[in-house]
């Protein structure tokens, strides 16, 4: 069996962290773009977890008196209980310390020891370790002394190590972007990447000695392997790669793997040069999206600026809560939360533009044509704009969420709802209801704004799945909005006339702040 199902990732995350607003960002963003292709009718399978093995887990559970497994399984929920809360629809939650899991590292080590090319040897690791990154620096990456991250001190760490022969992929890496520019992206973070590569690349360590907390490595059970080598592993993993072969073919290559910028030389680096060496194909996008601000730098626990989810999804509920996120700050690029914009955006783009439209057509529906949807016009007027609206949107709407500027592409649901605003406004069927000789107006103006409704429900599905099943119901459309496909569901004139709507609860109560 081919390739055929669009595989997507985020990164697997601490479970010794506390979840904040700047993680659930690349999950939100994941499970919208898996969301969005399942609506294509494509196969999708998202993939998330948690990254349990590493150096701090053992340091954090000695601290609490337990035993690391304990410790991660106290840990691990409460990551879970976000993805939930948040309505992120994955297929498989991998942990780390998963015996399938360890299996697909034992297999990777094994293949890269035994490529024949002497990839994996044996030296002497002198360095400054960072625990919150489990990576090393150089005193001049240094900022003051301290870890650029995380501006936490860093120590200083003499240990034999296996070392994997990066070194020697530089070449291979390369030619791999130049054939694949879209590998990497956006463009600023592949120039980066790029650049990095050209620099000449050094071999990193793939193991540990002063701690026993990992993956053996399968040669030499003393070291256990480096948490970022078991980590990226996970990808393929939950692939089938030890397993299940005819499973890893239809799902490998990943089609992208999500991250933010500061985890990019991991994985546009570090990751494709681990899969040639072991004659497995690269995957096949690295998406790095930017950070979330806070006073201008990274929310982090380190610096105490995180924000738990739930802090924000108590107050705005989680289609709102998914809704800001992906449209107030440009997919790719940083971007601050406040409080302010947060109800500002709200009360603008849903409780007015779309919870506005949908209880006035709801309501009008009622008042003027008893509940149900009217006969589509025999002949084209002034609604005709609707249907080129929403034609517009749908098309925009994929060509953008497509391309992962998953702003644009919102915005362009948004340029449909404001169309049908102004077309409200313009045409005033609270005017037609007065005047029967304007019934057949009236009807045609009703049919076609029910009728947007339903498009526009259909394509904030994967956004804001909640409020596109409730404007669903009150729409009342019998056909299941799971069983809707794009584009065929945006085709114009599926809604059956005589429809009983279902007049509800706004579906986005006015925020005072
Ligand atoms: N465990 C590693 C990833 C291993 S993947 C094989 C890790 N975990 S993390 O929990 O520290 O970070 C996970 C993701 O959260 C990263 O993509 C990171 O960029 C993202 N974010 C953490 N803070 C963030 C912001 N303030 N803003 C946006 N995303 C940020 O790294």
């Known amino acids: 069996m081919p390739k055929d199902v669009f595989y997507v990732t985020t990164p697997i995350y601490y479970p010794n962290d506390v979840p904040h607003i700047g993680h659930a960002y690349t999950t939100v963003a994941t499970d919208f773009v898996a969301r969005y292709h399942r609506l294509r009718g494509e196969e999708a399978f998202f993939l998330t977890g948690t990254d349990e093995h590493g150096k701090k887990v053992p340091q954090a559970a000695r601290d609490q008196g337990l035993e690391p497994q304990e410790f991660v399984d106290r840990m691990e929920p409460r990551w879970r209980e976000v993805w939930e809360r948040l309505d992120v629809a994955y297929d498989d939650y991998i942990r780390t310390t998963?015996?399938?899991?360890?299996?697909?590292?034992?297999?990777?080590l094994t293949a890269v020891y035994e490529n024949g090319r002497d990839d994996i040897y044996l030296g002497t690791y002198e360095g400054l370790y960072c625990v919150s990154c489990e990576a090393y620096y150089t005193e001049d990456e240094l900022v003051n002394g301290l870890c650029p991250i995380h501006a936490s001190p860093v120590e200083a760490v003499s240990e034999e190590n296996y070392f994997f022969r990066l070194s020697a992929y530089q070449d291979r890496l390369l030619e791999h972007y130049e054939a694949h520019p879209e590998a990497v992206e956006p463009e600023a973070r592949r120039n980066e990447v790029l650049s990095t590569i050209k620099g000449g690349l050094r071999d990193f360590s793939i193991s540990r000695t002063s701690f026993a907390w990992g993956v053996p490595l399968p040669w030499d059970p003393k070291h256990v392997c480096y948490v970022w080598f078991d980590a990226l592993t996970n990808y393929v993993t939950a692939a089938g790669y030890a397993?299940?072969?005819?499973?890893?073919?239809?799902?490998?290559?990943?089609?992208?793997?999500?991250?933010?910028?500061?985890?990019?030389?991991?994985?546009?680096?570090?990751?494709?040069?681990?899969?040639?060496?072991?004659?497995?194909?690269?995957?096949?996008?690295?998406?790095?999206?930017?950070?979330?601000?806070?006073?201008?730098?990274?929310?982090?626990?380190?610096?105490?600026?995180?924000?738990?989810?739930?802090?924000?999804?108590?107050?705005?509920?989680?289609?709102?809560?998914?809704?800001?996120?992906?449209?107030?700050?440009?997919?790719?690029?940083?971007?601050?939360?406040?409080?302010?914009?947060?109800?500002?955006?709200?009360?603008?783009?849903?409780?007015?533009?779309?919870?506005?439209?949908?209880?006035?057509?709801?309501?009008?529906?009622?008042?003027?044509?008893?509940?149900?949807?009217?006969?589509?016009?025999?002949?084209?007027?002034?609604?005709?704009?609707?249907?080129?609206?929403?034609?517009?949107?749908?098309?925009?709407?994929?060509?953008?969420?497509?391309?992962?500027?998953?702003?644009?592409?919102?915005?362009?649901?948004?340029?449909?709802?404001?169309?049908?605003?102004?077309?409200?406004?313009?045409?005033?069927?609270?005017a037609l209801a007065k005047d029967q000789a304007r019934r057949a107006e009236l009807e045609a103006c009703l049919y076609a704004s029910a009728e947007a409704l339903r498009i526009i429900a259909v394509m904030i599905s994967p956004v804001m799945p909640r409020a596109a099943a409730r404007l669903w119901e009150q729409l009342g459309i019998d056909s299941a909005l799971e069983d809707q496909r794009l584009p065929e569901a945006a085709s114009w004139g599926a809604i059956a006339p005589g429809t009983r709507v279902r007049r509800g609860d706004a579906l986005f109560p006015r925020l005072e702040g």
């Open 98 to 108: 998963e015996p399938r899991h360890e299996k697909a590292v034992t297999k990777l």
């Open 243 to 430: 397993e299940d072969p005819a499973r890893f073919e239809r799902m490998w290559p990943a089609d992208v793997h999500f991250i933010g910028k500061d985890i990019l030389r991991f994985h546009a680096i570090y990751w494709p040069a681990m899969l040639m060496a072991a004659g497995v194909e690269p995957p096949r996008q690295v998406w790095a999206h930017g950070f979330l601000l806070v006073g201008g730098e990274k929310m982090s626990k380190t610096r105490l600026t995180g924000i738990h989810p739930f802090e924000l999804v108590d107050h705005f509920g989680v289609d709102a809560y998914r809704y800001y996120f992906l449209r107030e700050i440009q997919f790719g690029q940083d971007g601050s939360f406040s409080w302010e914009s947060m109800v500002a955006r709200y009360n603008a783009d849903l409780a007015n533009d779309l919870g506005n439209l949908a209880s006035r057509v709801l309501a009008m529906l009622d008042q003027y044509v008893g509940g149900r949807v009217p006969q589509p016009p025999r002949t084209h007027g002034p609604e005709v704009r609707l249907a080129e609206a929403a034609r517009g949107a749908a098309a925009e709407y994929d060509e953008r969420v497509l391309a992962m500027d998953l702003t644009g592409g919102l915005a362009a649901v948004w340029g449909c709802v404001g169309e049908v605003n102004r077309y409200l406004v313009e045409v005033a069927p609270w």
